[in-house]
């Protein structure tokens, strides 16, 4: 019989009075953002940027983003399980914890989206099963539940090592398709829309998953680097090398993919597909997002994170997350605003706006979006609190060994 | 609060070689419903007929103009044509296969629906539309005149909530087929507004009606067949033989 | 006055708005919350007829609940006379402006209430009086000036912004003109640009003296059911006579040809079978080579011809009038070749010759030789072949109807096309016939169903000095032929909508006294001394029979809005003020008995019959001697010879007596002016507004572009002036000029712009980014019109030229 192993108590991590003030100030921006959205349901959306056009905004987006980021997270976790990626290994629980936050906060911001927010219930009561959105919120409730459990079988210090190990092995393996799924069903709220042809690729999956372990690799690198700044954790080379070989190869990847479809879509020539993209390629009124897509988010992360005397700086790794990130951003929001723009039935005078301001026109051609105060208000605020509970979490869950 | 008609296959025929663009029917349906301004169930929309472009289908030429009322091509060598566009009440309805709560709906007898007492407002709907045709309530509904215009009270079929002249806040609409109507044996009210007489509604499930034999004889095309969505409302192209 | 009205309005017969107990006052308060929600209140249905000025004509109806009007849709029209013969069906009728219709009533642009101006006059300041003290005023201004400038020096201006036979174009404003012995603006050939076709109408078929200075008549639209080929000669039946294209389609069902000739490819164009882009103003010379096409190959119709038309009169070379013997027109007998009076002859040549004078067919085929289609096509910039093909229409099918619109009228040369197009009907055969003709206008008011004689000058009255609208604008401003120093306006937006709009606020600001009556502050109010609010279609009670043979009471549906007031009612007070109250002391409903003769066996055939229980309780057509009505089915023209004039010896000294093409006064190719403004400007007619009426509506500003007018300009004619679409631009000539957006169209003919009239130019709302189509445009008369008393002057809009410019 297996002793019992006895390991330290569970200690919070210190907190100094800069930690404390990063506490602070993301309350503060979260109070603001409650606030925004207390403004916003005594006026409606209408507080919002979207009109008819482009019906979908901000908060959309930021779903999407933090549903990539969630899965990303769960991911690459497993996958040091599954695939025997040791160097990953010290990571994995930290990868839980940002998976459990972020799905967490991604089913809180679809909140704000909705018009009327006290009828969600009726989600539970009422679903319609055909829905990919009614698919999504089946997968988050699940694998919020699973994160929770894997996050709390990682924390308990009672539980015997090997079986503990097992678990945790079993866990890996349901998680990997868990976090799949996860995002391939959020992938596919878009993709399976004949509406939409900038949408309806089978690319979109492949596509929304590649992104998410984009874009979760670069959180938990970004975690990881705070918690060496600011929690002394060294971890091995290897793991910083595992992390920077990983987040290249899913730009590679994510551009590959990204490059498929602009190809077949140029190629093909077809007016309805071109449109979206002739809006957004180097030349079109939505090109910033082409460059923050390719050459912020792309091949400058890339550069930073595959040549040997970049790749090794902590500096630059971090610079190199966030610029993922961004880019991983603007992809959300290309995608959405991009099958907006131009409905597929694209005639004078265009689409009615469902709102009225004297002066100026009620129909729209192609979609404009700008998002209000009251956007930015809310996503930074859910932002904000995903950044807390990561370093709540942190503190109180210790998910980074210290190097041994 | 009349029962469903279950026998019945609404559908509806759009004439272009009739229709000359006038907006009567989407200022009417505007009337009838106690439309908020800013809010189009119908949106008239300057097409080509196919003359100078020589494309099969009423939407597919691309737009001259972001303007109403210009016609394709090149002096003297132009043509027009007007495409009235509503909802487009689909027999395989990508709104109703997406709607997480099942507010959007489809009848027995075809008409699409949205209950107002069960939508949450997520919009979900207009991203599937193919046809843009779903308008959403931002916020509180603006209205010309203080008084409710049209037909001016609720109406239910199997008791949800299908019109409302009073819009509650953060619920998509959309044309109803104007249910309160034609659940009593009106049409309508687009067609019956109609000055020109491009429209016609009735059962496709009765072979002798007019709806009937136009979509069967008469050549009668749908929006964006390609996508599979299968509309009642149909279409009858410009003749381009008559053109001298 | 008004809880008096109040009082007096709630103890009337039915067919009055039920009042609820919050229904008694005015639209001031919210709708009472009992309203909304699901259950209705008291419901009350009325039909009426949508007096507006498109003559459509159409039946609206109305519902009412708890004293809001809440729906107006299409009404029935009784298929039947008067007399219970068959008539067609004539509806569904109604269009976006009649939906619109709710907004138009209870719009917050209204005037309220009277006003006096404090301040300069334009300045925008007033002051809310009472009726009592402006129509006090109103009454103490005319008598002074009357007093000190002549009877005449008063214009009573009521004109086409109501249609129907109470107030407007035919109305109660006439009675009060003839009591009071002023002068008085309109006819029933109105002519703010609408004069010249009609005066060209009656150079063939009617002589001026005997129908009281000249008439106007048309086919009712239901007869192009029975045409072969329509065709719509400058007429977007499709944007401004909405309902009739339904006639046209059905038509085209039946395998009618329909043509549209006109320099812009507006949905009427895009829905015809052919469109001609024929250069704006050169009609004449289009319709001369297709007679001269019809007369080369012989396809005229010489029966025809030689039994109804003046075509085998010899004309005098010398005198150039016909040549006669006592009464009788003398001809050449083909059968014996000698000239005698045509009742003589057994065969009347028409091509006859003799010594000094030939047949006025001869003449005719003279002088049209030259229109080659080569010619023809110089001319119009069509093709050669295109020519050739629409005469063709003509020699292959029969009956062949033409549909013009008064855009035709909006030149100066609108006179002479319209005499050319009615000799092209006689040569053809089809004129008076069911589906040809000409028609511009037809409907009751073209009839004598109404008594308009006794309606306007009442027994102890002398009828009222004619002064048409282009008339007066010299009248105020030299006082010739008499000075005019004050004006009464009603249902008449002349500041904005009469040419050289520059002219006319000069002519306006030397008023001694101006009143306007209104229901929004028109440009014309903007200027008024005294304003008073007028009322709208639902708040009046009226008949309406404009445009079509269908007589539409017109029931009050609910009380005049705030203090407003139907024109008779303000008529009313101030005749009482003036002395001359006892020709205004009946009610709304009497003046209709009257008008209509009704229960008089010696009604007019049109009326006779008629019951108010009939007229009151369904729409039913005229008795006409033919149906659908045609003019002149019994082929008798009220002309001196009996016949149809297309030699017209009275336009002899105009050297017009032969529709051969002369060019525009302005708008024509070769005048000189055309170096420095080379583009011809139209302001045509938009479906979004009727004139300057609706044109606020919120329902139609949002698919009007915002309600701001456009420039709509060929590429063409943009592309080498660096102009872009929704460009700012300008838009100039020697008279004025004004600045709008440009859109770019291929719908267009290069050479010709085009800006939407009826926009607003007042102090408060501006629809153009500066300026007015009216700015453009002159008052240069016709002289030729002068013949034809009642259609004299005429105002050519279309008849300009521009330059235009990136502003």
């Not at chain 1, 990626?85 to 990571?91: A, F, W, Y």
């Not at chain 3, 000249?214 to 192009?224: A, K, N, R, Y």
């Amino acid at each position: 019989m297996a002793s019992r192993v006895e390991t330290p108590a569970l200690r919070p991590v210190p907190f100094g009075r800069v930690g404390n003030g990063v506490i602070a100030a993301l309350g503060v921006l979260v109070l603001w953002g409650l606030a925004a959205w207390i403004y916003q349901l005594t006026q409606g959306l209408i507080a919002t940027g979207m009109r008819d056009v482009v019906s979908w905004g901000l908060y959309i987006f930021t779903f999407a983003f933090f549903v990539g980021l969630s899965a990303g997270g769960l991911i690459m976790a497993s996958a040091a399980e599954v695939f025997g990626v040791k160097s990953l290994r010290p990571l994995s629980r930290l990868g839980v914890l940002t998976a459990a936050a972020c799905v967490l906060v991604a089913a809180m911001t679809i909140i704000p989206d909705l018009g009327n927010p006290q009828r969600v219930w009726e989600l539970f009561r009422y679903p319609n099963w055909s829905s990919p959105l009614v698919w999504d919120i089946v997968i988050i409730v699940v694998y919020f539940v699973f994160a929770v459990t894997d996050l709390t079988i990682m924390s308990r210090r009672t539980m015997e090592p090997s079986k503990r190990a097992k678990a945790l092995r079993a866990m890996a393996y349901a998680g990997l398709p868990a976090a799949v799924l996860l995002h391939s069903i959020t992938a596919w709220i878009f993709g399976l829309q004949v509406s939409r042809p900038w949408w309806n690729t089978s690319l979109m999956a492949p596509l929304f998953v590649t992104s998410a372990i984009l874009s979760g690799t670069a959180l938990i690198a970004l975690a990881a680097l705070a918690a060496r700044r600011f929690d002394k954790i060294e971890l091995p080379k290897e793991t910083w090398s595992a992390l920077a070989t990983l987040m290249a190869t899913a730009i590679a990847v994510d551009l590959f993919l990204v490059a498929c479809d602009y190809i077949t879509i140029l190629w093909g020539n077809v007016p309805r597909e071109r449109a979206a993209l002739d809006l957004i390629l180097p030349g079109g009124s939505w090109q910033a997002l082409f460059w923050l897509e390719w050459i912020v988010g792309g091949l400058v992360p890339f550069v930073l994170l595959v040549v040997p005397r970049y790749r090794r700086r902590f500096d630059l790794l971090a610079i190199a997350s966030v610029l993922v990130m961004v880019g991983v951003y603007a992809f959300r929001i290309e995608l959405v605003v991009g099958g907006m723009l131009r409905p597929l039935v694209h005639l004078a005078p265009g689409n009615a706006l469902g709102s009225y301001r004297l002066g100026s026109a009620v129909f729209q051609f192609d979609g404009v979006y700008h998002p209000t105060w009251v956007e930015y208000a809310i996503v930074t605020a859910l932002f904000a609190f995903l950044s807390l509970l990561i370093v709540v979490g942190y503190r109180w869950l210790r998910p980074v060994e210290r190097e041994r | 609060m009349a029962a469903t008609e279950t026998s019945k296959k609404w559908g509806m025929v759009i004439d272009q070689n009739r229709c000359v663009g006038c907006w009567t029917c989407a200022v009417g349906c505007k009337e009838i419903n106690n439309e908020p301004l800013g809010f189009w169930w119908n949106r008239i929309l300057t097409a080509s007929a196919s003359e100078v472009t020589g494309e099969s289908s009423p939407a597919a030429a691309a737009p001259a103009s972001d303007s109403i009322d210009v016609p394709h091509g090149t002096f003297p060598n132009v043509d027009m044509a007007y495409l009235p566009t509503a909802c487009q009440q689909c027999t395989d309805a990508p709104c109703v296969k997406v709607c997480p709560v099942g507010a959007t709906f489809r009848r027995d007898d075809g008409a699409v629906l949205v209950d107002y007492e069960r939508c949450i407002g997520c919009r979900y709907c207009m991203a599937a539309c193919p046809y843009g045709i779903r308008v959403f309530n931002w916020g509180d509904a603006k209205q010309p005149v203080d008084f409710t215009v049209g037909f001016g009270q609720d109406y239910r079929t199997d008791g949800r909530l299908v019109f409302t002249p009073d819009r509650p806040r953060g619920v998509v609409e959309k044309c109803t087929w104007c249910v309160e109507r034609i659940d009593n044996g009106e049409q309508p009210f687009c067609v019956e507004v109609c000055p020109v007489g491009a429209r016609v509604f009735g059962d496709l499930a009765d072979p002798t009606s007019e709806v009937a034999q136009l979509v069967e004889e008469g050549g009668a095309t749908q929006l964006l067949p390609d996508l599979g969505t299968d509309p009642r409302v149909f279409y009858l192209p410009v003749d381009r033989e008559r053109r001298v | 006055m008004s809880i008096t009205r109040r009082r007096f309005v709630q103890g009337s017969a039915a067919g009055v708005g039920m009042l609820s107990v919050a229904g008694g006052l005015r639209y001031l308060e919210k709708a009472s919350p009992a309203e909304a929600g699901d259950v209705l209140g008291k419901e009350t249905v009325f039909r009426t007829g949508h007096s507006n000025n498109c003559d459509g004509a159409c039946g609206h109806q109305v519902k009412v609940v708890d004293g809001r009007i809440r729906l107006v849709t299409s009404a029935a029209f009784t298929a039947k006379t008067i007399g219970g013969q068959a008539a067609p069906k004539f509806d569904p009728r109604i269009c976006l402006r009649g939906v619109s219709q709710i907004q138009n009533t209870y719009s917050p642009d209204r005037v309220k209430y009277p006003y006096k101006r404090v301040g300069a006059r334009g300045s925008g300041r007033w002051e809310r009086i009472s009726w009592d003290e402006a129509t006090a005023t109103v009454a103490e201004q005319f008598k002074a000036i009357q007093a000190k400038h002549g009877k005449k020096s008063v214009w009573v201006a009521p004109y086409t912004g109501s249609l129907s036979i109470l107030e407007g174009v035919v109305g109660a404003g006439f009675r009060f003109a003839s009591a009071i012995g002023a002068s008085a603006g309109d006819f029933e050939g109105d002519n703010q640009g609408d004069s010249a076709s009609p005066a060209g109408w009656n150079y063939l078929l009617a002589d001026p003296e005997g129908t009281a200075g000249g008439i106007f008549d048309g086919h009712e639209s239901t007869d192009f059911l029975n045409s072969k080929v329509i065709v719509l000669w400058a007429n977007n039946v499709a944007e401004t006579s909405i309902p009739d294209w339904r006639i046209i389609a059905d038509a085209q069902k039946q395998g009618t040809l329909v043509v549209s000739i006109d320099p812009r490819f507006t949905p009427t164009s895009a829905r015809s079978d052919v469109w001609l882009p024929i250069r704006p103003g050169t009609d004449t010379a289009l319709l001369d080579g297709i007679m001269n096409y019809v007369l080369q190959h012989g396809a005229y119709d010489a029966a025809y011809l030689k039994a109804y038309t003046v075509a085998p009169f010899l004309v005098d070379a010398a005198t150039k009038k016909f040549r006669k013997q006592g009464k009788s027109y003398l001809v050449v007998d083909a059968a014996d070749g000698a000239v005698k009076p045509i009742e003589k002859a057994k065969s009347p040549d028409l091509f006859g010759e003799t010594d000094g004078a030939s047949s006025a067919l001869k003449l005719l085929k003279d002088e049209l030789a030259q229109y080659t289609p080569e010619k023809v096509a110089s001319i119009t910039d069509l093709e050669p072949r295109q020519v050739v093909q629409l005469a063709d229409l003509w020699t292959k099918n029969n009956p062949v109807g033409i549909r013009t619109g008064f855009a035709i009228s909006h030149w100066y040369r609108g006179d002479l096309t319209m005499q050319a197009m009615l000799t092209l009907q006689a040569l053809t055969g089809n004129i008076g016939v069911h589906g040809g003709g000409v028609t511009t206008f037809a409907g009751g008011l073209t009839t004598t169903a109404f008594d308009l004689g006794n309606w306007w000058a009442p027994k102890g009255t002398e009828m009222f000095t004619v002064l048409e609208p282009m008339e007066a604008c010299d009248a105020m401003l030299k006082g010739k032929p008499y000075p005019v120093r004050a004006a009464w306006f009603m249902v008449d937006n002349y500041a904005q909508q009469m040419s050289d709009k520059n002219k006319v606020r000069k002519a306006l600001e030397s008023l001694d006294f101006l009143v306007v009556s209104d229901y929004v502050m028109s440009a014309t109010a903007d200027l008024a001394d005294i304003v008073l609010p007028a009322c709208t279609y639902l708040e009046k009670t009226d008949l309406l029979s404009s445009n079509n043979f269908y007589l539409q009471y017109m029931p009050k549906v609910i009380d005049p809005l705030w203090e407003s007031k139907s024109d008779l009612e303000a008529i009313t007070m101030v005749a009482n003020k003036m002395g001359v109250g006892k020709y205004f002391d009946k009610s709304a409903d009497d003046y209709l008995k009257e008008i209509l003769h009704i229960g008089d066996p010696k009604a007019d055939g049109n009326v006779n019959g008629l019951t108010w229980e009939q007229l009151t309780t369904s729409a039913p057509h005229l008795n006409t001697p033919t149906m659908p009505y045609v003019p002149f089915f019994d082929k008798k023209f009220p002309t001196k010879s009996g016949r149809i004039e297309f030699y017209v010896e009275m336009l002899v000294p105009y050297e017009q007596q032969l529709p051969g093409y002369k060019p525009q006064v302005e708008a024509y190719k070769e005048n000189p002016l055309g170096k420095k403004y080379p583009l011809t400007f139209l302001s045509t007619h938009t479906r979004f507004r009727t004139h300057s009426q609706f044109v606020n509506l919120p329902w139609l500003k949002e698919i009007n572009n915002g309600g701001d007018g456009f420039l709509e300009i060929n590429p063409a004619d943009a592309k080498p002036r660096g102009i872009g679409d929704g460009d700012i631009v300008k838009v100039f000539n020697d008279r004025g000029f004004m600045k709008v957006k440009a859109r770019l169209t291929e719908g267009i003919k290069p050479g010709v712009v085009n800006c939407y009239q009826g926009g607003w130019d007042t102090i408060k709302v501006k629809h153009y980014v500066e300026g007015h189509p009216n700015n453009l445009t002159h008052q240069i008369a016709n002289p030729a019109q002068s013949v034809i008393p009642n259609f004299r002057s005429n105002a050519a809009y279309y008849d300009c030229l521009v330059q235009v410019e990136g502003a």
